[in-house]
């Protein structure tokens, strides 16, 4: 067998355990939905509850890296014995996740979709929406859910990177204040350089509009294909970043 | 070190800090192709430091390690298996699953090998790892290191958590498991006794420093001592070798 398919597999049997709790504990969520939605009468509330699960899981990669690389940390020497490049190494546990994620997030969508068309009757409420409409808005919001998690996962694994190298070095406790701080402070230094003319001019071009009816509007009207380059880009850099760190710099 | 014998792994004048802490200082060694070398110390001597070193995981803060010519970085687990003191494993997985997966991962694993030193360890393939014993745990990562078909092999402490019995059946196992034509061996032990009539070299390292490199039939042969005298002697004589 490959060692990238090796490896690919390995990851899936160390993940395996908490993507199934994550399903569990999304049914038994589900389940206090559906008895809060019958208790008080209201169909609607178990709509809410689908749309809040399904909007969490932008968290789904974070908690799924967490478990993972904590799990890894375990076993660090093994890991870092294996034949591979530190980027293989991570986007096997990327891929795993992110394939559990949308596993997950398929569920969530179909159940929400059955919910808000069956149950709560969207195309009563409102007849001016169409399948079209429901069908494009559930797209646009799941690719984007897909991309936002695996941004925060790695992100997650960049900030892991840095901890192990500053926790050998300069201890656990330092390794824990510095990770902290960067997890608090890189998302403000990000805010403040996207609200520079000089991020403006570099990444928000390739306007497109989308062309939803006003209910299925979601948050936003239209998106910049430049803003995306910008974060695909900014996820390379902390991918690569990561991998060096655990390539050069990472100890057991 | 005798001209004309291949070097397989060399220290060239390595310190390895921990912080503050020196793991090696100033540390440089020659170790030669087809030997079973012991290195042996007190414990926090440094020869843990030293195996992680030719394994690639940690880097030395000044110096360098090289194995077979290549400066050893994570990457020269293509010429190096390396058996952890640690006792951590992938507890998911069988005996079987484990061995699957090192095959998986490396080109250089003789799966036929690891089956003969599964069935000489009296190992259960479809057992889970978590289940082993302590000792049957240890008889797994030997099984995983010795299969695999590299220039150097090392064991840090490998015989630490195994009962008499199953220690001296596992000397033995090391020399039928090794290609001397071309395999090294490094072992780390507290164990020197039982590993003794294996060694061709042994080291000894003191406070992260080099104290003297002999053979181990020289000593036996010429000065008519054993390892653990020898290493009495030295301690009391403090001699370092440069």
């Known amino acids: 067998m490959n060692p990238w398919w090796g490896q690919l597999a390995k990851e899936y049997r160390l993940g395996r355990g908490g993507a199934i709790g994550a399903l569990i504990a999304l049914f038994l969520y589900l389940g206090i939905g ?6 008080m009468g209201n169909p609607e509330t178990f709509l809410a509850f689908c749309a809040f699960a399904l909007m969490m899981h932008v968290l789904y990669m974070a908690g799924y890296m967490c478990v993972s690389l904590i799990r890894e940390q375990r076993t660090l020497h093994l890991w870092l014995q294996t034949p591979l490049p530190a980027y293989k190494l991570l986007l096997a546990k990327l891929l795993n996740g992110w394939g559990a ?3 997950s997030l398929f569920i969530i969508s179909a159940i929400t979709l059955l919910s808000g068309t069956m149950v709560v009757n969207l195309f009563e409420l409102d007849p001016e929406l169409t399948w079209r409409d429901v069908i494009s808005t559930g797209i646009l919001i799941d690719i984007h859910i897909l991309l936002i998690a695996l941004y925060i996962g790695i992100g997650l694994t960049f900030l892991w990177a840095i901890y192990l190298v500053v926790s050998k070095s300069l201890g656990k406790v330092s390794g824990n204040v510095i990770g902290i701080c960067l997890f608090f402070f890189l998302p403000w230094l990000m805010s403040k350089w996207e609200g520079t003319g000089l991020f403006h001019a570099l990444f928000i071009w390739g306007k497109v509009d989308l062309n939803f009816s006003d209910v299925a509007y979601v948050a936003f009207r239209h998106v910049y294909i430049g803003y995306y380059f910008y974060h ?17 710099k990472v100890e057991v | ?4 014998v291949k070097r397989m792994i060399e220290f060239n004048h390595v310190t390895k800090k921990y912080r503050s802490q020196a793991a090696l200082n100033d540390f440089s060694l020659s170790l030669p192709a087809g030997k079973i070398i012991g290195l042996v110390g007190e414990n926090g ?14 880097s030395p803060t ?9 400066v050893a970085t994570r990457r020269i687990s293509s010429k190096v298996s390396y058996l952890s003191e640690l006792d951590a494993y992938y507890t998911f997985y069988t005996v079987g699953e484990t061995v699957s997966y090192y095959a998986s991962l490396y080109s250089d694993f003789n799966q036929r090998k690891a089956e003969e030193i599964l069935d000489y360890m009296k190992l259960d393939r479809r057992k889970k790892v978590k289940d082993l014993s302590k000792g049957n745990r240890g008889r797994l990562k030997i099984a995983v290191t010795l299969a695999r078909e590299v220039p150097v092999i090392l064991m840090d402490e490998p015989l630490s958590g195994l009962d008499p019995i199953v220690r001296d059946a596992i000397v033995k196992g090391l020399l039928s498991f090794i290609d001397f034509e071309k395999q090294t061996l490094i072992i780390t032990t507290h164990e020197i006794k039982e590993i003794e ?8 390292i003191k406070d992260g420093v080099l104290l003297k490199m002999e053979d181990v039939e020289e000593l036996r042969m010429e000065q008519n001592v054993s390892i653990v005298e020898w290493m009495k002697q030295v301690y009391q ?3 370092i070798d440069k």
């Open chain 1, 34 to 39: 559906v008895y809060a939605s019958w208790r």
């Open chain 1, 101 to 103: 994620l949308a596993f």
């Open chain 1, 232 to 248: 695909f880009l900014l996820a390379l850099l902390l991918l690569f970043i990561a991998s060096w760190l655990i390539e050069r």
């Open chain 2, 1 to 4: 070190m005798k001209s004309g």
């Open chain 2, 45 to 58: 001597s440094g020869k843990s430091t030293a195996l992680k070193l030719i394994s690639g995981i940690i």
């Open chain 2, 62 to 70: 000044k110096g360098s390690v090289t194995v077979d010519g290549e």
């Open chain 2, 197 to 204: 009539p294996i060694l061709d070299t042994v080291v000894l």
């Open chain 2, 237 to 239: 004589d403090g001699g």
